[in-house]
C-alpha cells in the first residue's frame, strides 16, 4: 500500500450478492467520500481496518438501493471474509498490485522462480489479493514449463498457506482418484471398510468444480459435510474416519482458488495436478496414500506412458515429504456404478455397503481393491491379505455398520434424497454391443441436468460396454427438477449420446419413460 494514494472513509452495507470466489464491492457514483474519477486506472480497492486488510474487485452503481452515498457494498464473500459489523467504518483507497506479480510476469517470461517467490504467490492467492485474469497468467506460465525444485516449492508453499492437521497414529492413510470418471465414488465405500479395521482414514473430499457430483456432494445427501477441524478431529477419534468438505478445514486454499481459474482454462497439467492432490494430502497429515489413476479413451490419463509420468511425479513428491505414495492404474474406459450424480451415487454406494442384489459390482470390485491396498498398510496384517481382509469387512455389514457410525457422527442432511421428477430415456436406435461410452460426454449431460447443484438430478445407466441392446431399449434414463433443464439436457443427448453401439452412434432421438 503507498501512503500518497487517495483513501476515504465508507460505512460497510452487506449487498446479498454471491461473487463466486471473488471479492466484489460496490460504491455509489453518487458517492462524495469517494469520488468514481478518483479509481481512474485502478480496477481494485483496498479495505482497511485497524489490522485488517481485503483486497477487492470495484464496481460503480447508479443504484443508490444498493450502495448510498456513504456506504460500501460487500458482496456476500467479501462480507463473510472480512467480518465486519454492517455500519463499521472502513477506510478505502485503490490498491497496488501484489509484489509477488513481479515473479508472475518473471515466470511468463520464462524465468526459474525461487522458492521465497513461490511461497510469496502462494501466499497472496491464499488472502485473495489476485484477480482472475492474474491466476489465470500465473497457470499459464507455470504451465509451458516448471521445473522439479518449483514443482517441490509449490507444493510445499500451498501446503502451508493454511490447516495442517497432526494426528497421534504412526500410520494414516488416505485414497485420492484423480477424477474424470462418472459414478467413481468408491471413497464412500472404502473409508467405512476401512475405517471398520480400525486404520485412520481422515477424508477430506472436495466439490464438483466441472463433474456432476464430488464426493463431498454424494456424502452431503447422507450426512452433513460442512465440518470444521476440531469436530473432523473428534469424528475420526470415535469412527476412525470421516468424509467431508476439505473446504471447510481450510486444507491448501490457494489451491481451491487455482483451481476455480484453472479447469475453466483446461489447464490440468500433470505437475499442477501433482502440487494440487499433494498439498492437500500433505496438510490434511496422511502418511500413507494411495493415488487411483483412471486410463480409458475419454478419461484425463488416455495411455500407460503418460500414466507412468504421472506415477514417477507423485512418487517424487511424495519421497521428498516424507509421505509413502503408492500409484495404481485402473479401468477408465467407462463410468463406474449405475448412477451419476449424488442421489443416484449416494444409492449405488449404499446399495454396495449393503450386499444389496442389485449393487454395481464394478463399484464394489473397485473399492474392495483399493481398500485392499490400504489396508496392507496396516502391520499387523500378513502381506497378500488385504483382498480378503476387505471382503470380509463388507460382506460381514460391518462396513455398512461404521459408514452409519460416521453418518451418525457427522449429523444428518439438511438435503433432499429424492430424484428429479422429470425424465427421459436415451435409446438404442439399432440392436447390438455397446462398444464404447464417452464418460466426458455423460459428465457433461449430467450437468446439463442439474446435477450437482440439483441433488436428485442425474443420469441412471442401464447398460454398459459389452452390453447387448436391442432397438428401442434404453441405455439410460436422465433426471431433472425442471423444464428448462430438462428440454437442454433432451435436445444435447439427442445431439450426442455419448454411447457407441457397435461402433456407431446410438440414437438419433429421446423419448419419455
Known sequence: MHPDLPHSQLKIRRVRLDTGRENVVVVSRHSKALRAEIFRGFSRVELRRGGKVLLATLLITDDDTLAASDEIGLSEPAFRRFAEAVGTPVTVRPASPPESLEAVRAKIRGRTLSQAEIGAIISDLAHYRYSDMEIAAFLIGSASFITSDELLALTGAMAQAGTQLIWPNPVVVDKHCIGGIPGNRTSMVVVPIVAAHGLPIPKTSSRAITSPAGTADTMEVLARVNIGVEEMKAIVSSCNGCLIWGGHVNLSPADDVLISVERPLSLDTREQMVASIMSKKIA??????????????????????????????????????????????????????????????????????????????????????????????????????????????????????????????????????????????????????????????????????????????????????????????????????????????????AEETGYLVNGHEALQGTTAP
Open 284 to 493: 490434511a497429515g496422511s502418511t500413507h496414500l494411495l493415488i487411483d489413476i483412471p486410463v480409458g479413451p475419454t478419461a484425463k490419463v488416455s495411455g500407460g506412458v503418460e500414466a507412468m509420468r504421472l506415477r514417477k511425479l507423485f512418487e517424487f513428491v511424495g519421497d521428498r515429504f516424507g509421505r509413502s505414495v503408492e500409484v495404481i492404474t485402473t479401468d477408465g474406459s467407462q463410468p463406474i456404478g449405475n448412477g451419476i450424480g449424488p442421489v443416484l451415487e449416494a444409492n449405488d454406494v449404499m446399495a454396495v455397503l449393503g450386499n444389496e442384489p442389485g449393487a454395481p459390482r464394478d463399484l464394489r470390485e473397485k473399492s474392495l481393491r483399493l481398500a485392499a491396498h490400504l489396508l496392507e498398510y496396516d502391520p499387523k496384517l500378513r502381506g497378500g491379505a488385504g483382498y480378503a481382509r476387505a471382503r470380509e469387512l463388507l460382506d460381514s455389514g460391518a462396513a455398512l455398520k461404521q459408514m452409519q457410525k460416521i453418518i451418525d457422527a457427522q449429523g444428518p442432511s439438511t438435503c433432499s434424497n429424492e430424484l428429479g421428477p422429470l425424465s427421459f430415456d436415451v435409446k438404442a436406435m439399432h440392436d447390438g454391443i455397446v462398444s464404447a461410452i464417452d464418460c466426458l460426454r455423460l459428465n457433461r449431460l449430467a450437468r446439463t441436468a442439474g446435477a450437482p447443484l440439483d441433488k436428485g438430478a442425474g443420469i441412471r445407466l442401464f447398460k454398459k460396454i459389452g452390453d447387448r441392446v436391442e432397438q428401442g431399449e434404453p441405455l439410460y434414463r436422465v433426471y431433472t427438477f425442471d423444464h428448462p433443464e430438462h428440454d437442454l439436457v433432451a435436445d444435447a443427448a
